[in-house]
């Protein structure tokens, strides 16, 4: 007899999303096994040596061992997140609609984005993402910056008009002069001035929402899907 369709799907439990952690961010760094022992041998010896110091007995240099062994997992697993973090830049660097991504995933609660561009051109690849926050509009283009003008330009004036007075900001991704990297686009743009409060940032990107033109019936260009990418992070 055939499953339920309204059985709910199995969520992966902890330890498998550290496993699936772990594998994702070795791809990258195959050291990463070798690290995280070394860090927790290394809280571990802290430990022992801190129980030798402080309660010389047997009892106290175990305890001071297990809040070491505890105090090193939990370093590990901060040093993975962060490598992950790193190998997930990495792997979306160079990829069509990475910068979307980012921009729709990383910004926080201070910024509203989507993944979808707002300008795009399916020939080329060349595609336009904005972004509306406390620091004002941002535009970032992805792609070849002398095919990029007339995209950028355009959505400039678009947000320029529909914005008077709130200051736009245009950042191209890349490795060029005058570029920005993918793994530096989330920082670059927290960093801005704030510009907006609450409640302008809300009316803003009402305005804006209401007169773009919707370029989600167009093709996403030719490339591996970003979202394909995203490790996996414990609860």
């Known amino acids: 007899m055939a499953a339920r369709s309204t059985e709910k799907e199995k969520r992966p439990g902890f330890f ?3 496993k699936s952690l772990f594998t994702f961010t070795r791809e990258a760094f195959p050291w990463l096994g070798w ?3 070394a860090i927790i041998v290394v809280g571990i010896g802290l430990g022992v040596v801190a129980g ?4 010389p007995s047997w009892w106290g240099i175990l305890l ?3 809040t070491g062994l505890m105090v090193g997992a939990l370093a590990a697993m901060m040093t993975m997140t962060r490598l992950s973090t790193r190998a997930m830049y990495r792997k979306l660097d160079g ?6 991504h980012v921009l729709a995933n990383m910004l926080g609660r201070r910024w509203r984005a989507d993944d979808m561009p707002v300008g795009i051109n399916p020939k080329t690849q060349e595609a336009v993402y904005r972004a509306v926050g406390r620091g004002g509009i941002v535009v970032v283009g992805e792609g070849s910056r002398g095919r990029l003008t007339k995209l950028m330009r355009d959505e400039r004036m678009k947000a320029q008009r529909v914005a008077h007075g709130v200051p736009v900001h245009e950042f191209y991704v890349g490795h060029g002069d005058d ?10 743009v927290k960093s801005l001035p704030k510009a907006l409060d609450r409640a302008t940032m809300g009316a803003v990107v009402q305005r804006i929402e209401s007169v773009s033109q919707s370029v ?7 490339g591996v899907d970003p979202t394909r990418v995203r490790a996996q992070r414990p609860r």
């Open 35 to 37: 690290l995280l022992i």
């Open 16 to 18: 498998s999303q550290i």
């Open 64 to 66: 001071w061992s297990i």
């Open 179 to 188: 570029e920005i990297p993918i793994d530096r686009l989330v920082k670059t």
């Open 52 to 55: 030798i110091l402080l309660q």
């Open 216 to 222: 989600t019936s167009l093709p996403i260009p030719k």
């Open 95 to 100: 990829m069509p609609g990475a910068s979307g």
